[in-house]
C-alpha cells in the first residue's frame, strides 16, 4: 500500500494491489516525521485496466477470461488495483509525501481511539466497522462482548466492541437516536436500554407503543448470550391502571398543563383554573367545586340565592344553595362557558384514569435502579410525560440543590429519561406538555445528574434547542432528504457519510459524539431480548380463522355424523340443533362456515341437481 | 461546397468500390470456389471442458511482443528504448532490453538513407530481441504454444539466424509456434495460387482477398508455404518455411493471419481453435493473450520520462525536440 496522486494535510489517495480496502477501515500512514499519521478510509475503488469501460473500444467478455483461466490457469484480477480516500483523523504540518508506506495498524495503535471506557463499565452497544484485522490484537477483556445479528443470521463479534461509557455523559449529555422505519432505530433503542439495565441506571422510559418490554427471547438467540435476567430490572405501568398523577400533588401550573394536554385550554380557562384550584385539593374536592360551579352560573346568582333561602326546601338542597352562593362569591366574573370547558377536560383525564393512581411504583423503580417504562396512548402519556419527568426532576433537583446548600433532603437517584418518537414530546414550532421539562433538563440537567435518549424517526421536527444538546447522535438509515439535511448539520457526519445514510443496511449506524470527537461506524449488537409485537398480524389472520374452523368443527363434526348426510333443505334443523348447543347461525352462515370446513377437506359436497349434500369426509 | 475535399473524397468513395468492394474481385461464392484450390475452409470452435484443458494440459502459454519507446526529437537525435517480453501465463516474465541510439549518423549516406537505415537497424534489433526472449522462454518454461505477435517471416527476415535456432528448439521440443498478423500486408494467396490465379487478384492483399469473405469462426487454412521458399539469396540449408492461415475470430469482417512453421502445420493448427476460444468476439479477432502482452511491453509515459532522467542535463538537452515545448 502507498500514497500516490496529488496529497494534502487532510485527505491522501492509496493504492494497493493485494486487496480491496473497507470503508471505514484505519490506515497508518508510515511518515515517522510526522510521527505515523492515522487515517480513516471514507471511500473505495476497485480498477482493472483489462476491464477498462470503454465502449469504442468494445468489451472482452467474461467467456474469453474464464477460457484462459480454465487452459492457462491466468487469473485477470491480478491487476486489480484498489484505491482508497484515506482521511487523516488529524490534520498535519504539511501534505504527506507521495509514495509513502501505507499500512493496517496494530490494536495499540488506534485502541485508544476506538474503545473509551471498560466494557464492564460502559454500555456494549455494538461493533465498529471495518475493525476485523485489528480483532486479534484487542486485549482479552474486550473479546467475546456482542454477537451481530447479520441477514438472518447470528455471528460472533468480528471487531472492536463500541463502548459508550455514560459517565462521560456528565461532560457530554444526552443521546439522539436517528434513523427511519425499517433502520434499525427500535432495536437500536433496545439495546441502549438493555445495556442500561445491565448497569441498573435509573431510567424512565416513555413507550407509546407498547413494545419496549425485555421479556421476551429473540428468534435464533444463542443459549448463554442473554446473561442477565431483565425480568428483574424493568417494571412496566400502563398509565391509567398502574400509575397515575396523584392530584393533591399537582401545582396550579401543573393542573392547567394537563388540561391543556387533554384538549387546548383557553386564557379564560387557565385564569378560572387559577382562580378556582386549592393547594390540597383532591380530585373529588376540585371536581365538585367545579360542577358546584357550573350549576350555579347555570342558575344565575339569584337562583342559587333563591335556592339557599328557600324556606320550602330540605336542608341538604339549601346547603347545595349555599355551596352554590359561596363559589359564585369565589370566581367571580368567571364565564360559564370557561367553566364547563374545564369540567369537561377534566372529565376526559378522569375517565382515562389518570387519576385514579399515583407515581409511586415508578419513583420506587428507579431507587431500585430499575428501568421503569410507561406505557400509553401518545396524548396521554404526553400529559403523564410532563407531570412526571417534572415530578422526578423535581425532586432530584431538590436533592442536589439541597446538598449544595449543604442542607439536607431525601435521596432521591440521577436517572435517565428515554422515549421513542421525541418529536411528538418535544415538537419544533409549537408547543406540547412535555416539551418544557424536556427542555429544561437538555440544558440543565446534567448539573442534577438527568439524562435524556431521544430517538425519533424525523430529527427535523424535533426541538432544535433540545436537538443541539445531544452531544452524541446514533444515526441509522435515513432517507428523507430534510432530515439528512438536519443531520448534516447537527452531526459531524462527512459528505461520504451522508451521502451514504439513505443505504445504510438495517442495524448500521454512525455514532457522531463528542465524546470520539469524530464519527465512528457502528454495527448494532443483537438484542439479548425482543419486542412482544414480532407475530405478523397477516400471520395472526390466518391463525385465527384456522382455529374458529376448528372449533366449529368441534361442535357440527358430531351432528354431521348423526345425521350422516345434511342437504339444502337440512340446514335448518342444523341450525336449530347447533342452537341447542349454544352456537347460534343464520342458515346462510352455516352454509359458509360449512363451505369453508369443505375448503380445509374435513367435509365433503356433493351437489345434484343444484341441490348441495354436505357429509363428514371418511 | 466550395470544400475540395468533399468532392475529392466522394470521388474516392467510386474508385474503392469498384477496386476492392462490391464484388470488384468476383461474388463470394466464386471467391470461395477459387480459395479452395489454395486451402481448406474450417469451421472453428470454442473449446470448453476437458478439450480446453487438453490443449496446454497443465503447460504454459507464452506470448511475445517487442515494444520501441522512443524520446528526442528528429533524426539522428532521439533515444530508442527496445525492450521484448516473452509472457508466460504464469511466472516472471522473460524481459530483454536493449538500447538504440543513431549518434553519429552514417558519414556518406545521404540524409533520407541514413533514417532509413537507421529505421532497419532499429527494427532489426527489435526483431532479434523477441527471438531472443521466445528462445529464452523455451529453455526457463518448456511452454506448450508461444505466439508471437506478428508475420513470422519477419523474423525469418531481420533475425535470420536466431530465428533459426528458435525453429529447431520449438521442433525438437515439440511447442506449436504461432505468429498473430492483425495487420496482414501479405500476398500468400497470390504466390500459392501462382499460376492458377484469376485475372485481376494479382498483386492482391490477402486481406482485400478475404474481407468479408469468412464466416465469424472460420478459417482458411493454407498447408502449403507461399511459393518464394528459400528466399532469393538465403541459404537453402536453413530456409524454414512457413504458412499462413487465415482466421476470422470477431464479428469484424476483416481477418486476421496466423503464421506457422510448414513443420508443424498439424501441431500448429490444433491451436487454432485454441486462439479462437481466446478471442473476444467484439475485439479485433486477436487471441487476448496478444492484448496482455501487447499492454505489458509498452513503457508508459512515466516510466520512459523516469529513464530519460537518467541522462545528464546537458546530454538531455541534444535530444529535447522544440515539439515538447509547445504550448499546445
Known sequence: MQVVGLTNEQEVLVIDSARPFRINEYLVIDDPALSHPKGEVVETQSFNRFLDFNLEKGIVGPEVWRALQQSADYDISKHDVHVAKVRLLERVQVPIKPGTTVRLPAFEEVGGLLVKGSPDKSMILGVIHATDNLAPGMPPHLHNRARLLEDGQVRDQNGVPFLFDPRAMQ???HIGIFGGSGSGKSFGLRVFLEELMKLRIPTLVLDPHFELTFSEIPQGCPTGYRDINF????????VGQEVGVNFAHLTTRDLCRLLDASSTISEGMTNAVEALHKANDSYVSFSSRIDTLVAALEAGEKGAQGRMRDPGASGSEREVGTDQVRVLNEAKGIPLSSVKGIQWRLGRLFRAGLFTNDIKPI?????NGQLAVVQGPIWMLNVFASYVVGTLYRQRRDYKDAQFRRETAPYFPPFVVVTDEAHNFAPKAFDAPAKSIIKEIAQEGRKYGAFLILATQRPTLLDETITAQLNTKCVFRTVRASDIATIKEETDLTQEEARRLPFLR???????????????????????TSSPHTENPFDELGQQAESEADQFFEVVGPLLAKYGRVNDAQLIDLTRDLAKAGHSFTVDALRNRLEALVEAGLV????????????LKT | MADEWVQQLEHLNGRVRTLLLDDALGDKLHRRDTLRRAGEFLRLRRLAGPELNAVLGGGLLVGVDGSINTFGGQFPYYVDLLRALALPSSGEAVVVKALHCPIPPDDGADEDTALRNDNEI???????????????????FRPKVILMDGPLVRFDMRAKDSFFILCQNVIRDGIALLGCIENIESKVIGTVLSDEIPPGWRNRYDRDLLWDLLDYGEALAIRRPAKGWPRPGADPDRAVPICTWFMRASLDPTVVGLDMLAAQTDLAGRCVDYLFTLSPPDGRGIPIWLDLVDREVRLTDVELDAYAQLLDPQVRRVFRSKRDARFF
Open chain 1, 171 to 173: 461532560q457530554y449529555p
Open chain 1, 604 to 615: 365433503e359436497k356433493q351437489t345434484f341437481l343444484g341441490m348441495s349434500d354436505y357429509r
Open chain 1, 231 to 238: 425480568d428483574e430490572r424493568y417494571k412496566a405501568f400502563q
Open chain 1, 363 to 367: 419513583e420506587t423503580a428507579l431507587r
Open chain 2, 122 to 140: 532499429r527494427q532489426n534489433k527489435l526483431a532479434e530481441l523477441e527471438v531472443q526472449a521466445a528462445i529464452t522462454a523455451i529453455d526457463k
Open chain 1, 506 to 528: 438495517s442495524g448500521d449506524s454512525f455514532v457522531s459524539s463528542a465524546i470520539f470527537g469524530r464519527t465512528v461506524p457502528v454495527r448494532i449488537r443483537m438484542a439479548k
